[in-house]
């Protein structure tokens, strides 16, 4: 007999999991699943990881209304749940006096829009406080709100603050069909059976389209991948020490040149529309674009110290926004359909979706409100995810106090990122177990220094598959389909 939920959260990237973190502070039960074998392998993994200051989005758009209120939310989240997030800032860059004029429609949409600390500085000023960008910057829009995050760490910690406040997660676990009664959607069909509740939350990202199908609600809408492709530097080659964005165009924010929160520099994204939802392969010409697109900015960039490519999928959907004469920019969709009962719907939750994760949550609990639920408060709510040692950020006294305790933090496996084996048993018996590579490599961060994992990567499997109690044979890179190993090439006789 299957347990009954009262809600289930279908998709577990940022949306979900924060959805899931703020449901889990009320009573009731929450259920979060995800087809992957881990949190955080959707757009959620690969994007640009800012906190957008919201001058950007259309005004009167729900996109600028979770942007904003949401971007306003990050300092208690990150507070509470213990990751890493700086507001620093981030400039809008004009190149030559023909792109100035942009800049005073961006002030129009920050005025609009309400965000606060915006400010159109001149290029001599810009220069002054970035020493590498171009000399031919004619001005650029400041917004003091804007900020960087990791956007692994705010969706694993989202997740286990949920399932320390009893939610339960089930990864692997792919969502196939509603199970309705009339109009009531009552529960779930997945590849791991059945799962009952009183409300479902479509949080499925670049597949959201055919969660909300399933329900036969918008079958007008559409997703359509918007590939961003990026380039990643050496921590050791900082170029700039600021977020610089270009003036946006129609196709978005544009290529950026930004100071990642772990300090390496990273270049990106492009923006190409296709049609496969799994293809984040990188192209020789999306590179040549992203490289030419930053370099006007940042004209010293030197491929020298690029150490790293990558692609991420934006879910960009086909839902009009609301304001009249525009149809370029589409808006999320974030609702209760009149179809049926029983379903909050979320779909086409592009950029800036990071930024509004936790706007987006709090707008969830408010229609939930708004269609009667009572949502009472736990008594026992615990908002703090207390965080675990990061030897690579520890004093010497405090490293040697740790290694004293345990051991296992003395030894190194990770050498250019300096990541201990007990961090890394750490992260296999968190409250969201890592049972993969990748999934030990967003939470420490290892394999994504200069040797991109050469050195690590057979300690790590030994390491998972010891702490696990199954053969090395059986480790995968990121689950299904993604094995290291495949037979035993020689047997040691003891
Ligand atoms: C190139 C790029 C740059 C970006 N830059 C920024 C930025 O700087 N700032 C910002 O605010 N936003 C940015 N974004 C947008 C941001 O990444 C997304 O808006 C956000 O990650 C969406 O989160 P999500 O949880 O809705 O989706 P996802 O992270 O995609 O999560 C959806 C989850 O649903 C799961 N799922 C799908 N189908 C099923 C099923 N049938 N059963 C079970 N599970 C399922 C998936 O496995 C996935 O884990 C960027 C996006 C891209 C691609």
Request: with cysteine.
């Amino acid at each position: 007999m299957q347990r009954k939920y009262d809600y289930i959260v279908i998709g577990a990237g940022v949306v979900g999991c924060i959805i899931a973190r703020t449901l889990s502070r009320y009573e009731g039960s929450v259920l979060l699943i995800d087809k992957e074998a881990d949190v955080c392998m959707g757009s959620t993994a690969a994007n640009t990881a800012i906190v957008h200051a919201g001058y950007d989005p259309l005004p009167n758009t729900l996109k600028a209304r979770m942007n904003v209120k949401g971007n306003a939310m990050w300092d208690t989240l990150a507070g509470e749940l213990n990751f890493p997030f700086e507001r620093r800032g981030d400039f809008v860059v004009a190149v030559g006096d023909e792109e100035f004029p942009e800049l005073e429609t961006l002030m129009t949409f920050a005025k609009k829009n309400g965000v606060p600390g915006c400010h159109i500085l001149s290029g001599p000023e810009v220069r002054r406080r970035e020493k590498n960008i171009t000399p031919d910057v004619s001005g650029a829009l400041w917004a003091s709100t804007g900020g960087i995050t990791d956007p692994f760490a705010v969706t694993v910690a989202a997740a286990e603050n949920a399932v320390m406040n009893g939610a339960e997660v089930k990864l692997n676990t792919a969502f196939e069909e509603f199970i309705m009664d009339g109009d009531r959607i009552i529960g779930i069909k997945t590849n791991q059976g059945e799962f009952f509740s009183r409300w479902v939350v479509n949080c499925a990202g670049l597949y959201s389209d055919f969660v909300m199908h399933q329900a036969g609600v918008r079958p007008e809408f559409k997703i359509r991948p918007r590939k961003g492709e990026y380039f990643v530097f050496d921590r050791a080659d900082v170029q700039i020490d600021n977020v610089l964005f270009p003036v946006p165009t129609e196709k978005g924010k544009g290529i950026l040149v930004t100071t990642t929160i772990h300090g390496n520099t990273l270049l990106g994204p492009n923006a190409d529309i296709i049609d496969d939802k799994e293809n984040t392969s990188t192209t020789t010409s999306g590179m040549d674009e992203i490289w030419a697109g930053a370099k006007k900015l940042v004209p010293s960039l030197s491929k020298k110290y690029v150490i790293g490519t990558f692609a991420g999928l934006r879910p960009m959907g086909n839902a009009p926004c609301k304001t009249p004469g525009v149809d370029y920019n589409k808006d999320y969709i974030i609702e209760i359909p009149e179809e049926v009962r029983g379903f909050v719907n979320l779909g086409g939750i592009e950029s800036p979706g990071l930024a509004s994760s936790p706007a987006i949550a709090q707008e969830v609990v408010d229609l939930l409100k708004d269609a009667g639920e009572e949502l009472k408060v736990k008594k026992d709510w615990d908002p703090i995810r207390p965080a675990r040692p990061r030897f690579r950020e520890m004093s010497q006294k405090d490293r040697k106090l740790l290694v004293d305790m345990d051991p296992s933090y003395g030894r190194v496996i990770c050498r250019c990122e300096n990541v201990t084996e007990g961090e890394i048993i750490a992260e296999i018996h968190a409250p969201i177990p890592a049972t993969t590579y990748d999934a030990i490599k967003r939470r420490t961060w290892l394999g994504t220094g200069r040797c991109q994992g050469g050195f690590d990567t057979p300690r790590v499997v030994e390491i998972l598959s010891r702490e696990l109690g199954v053969s090395p044979l059986e480790i995968t890179k990121r689950g299904k389909g993604s094995k290291f190993l495949f037979r035993p090439t020689k047997k040691v006789e003891n």
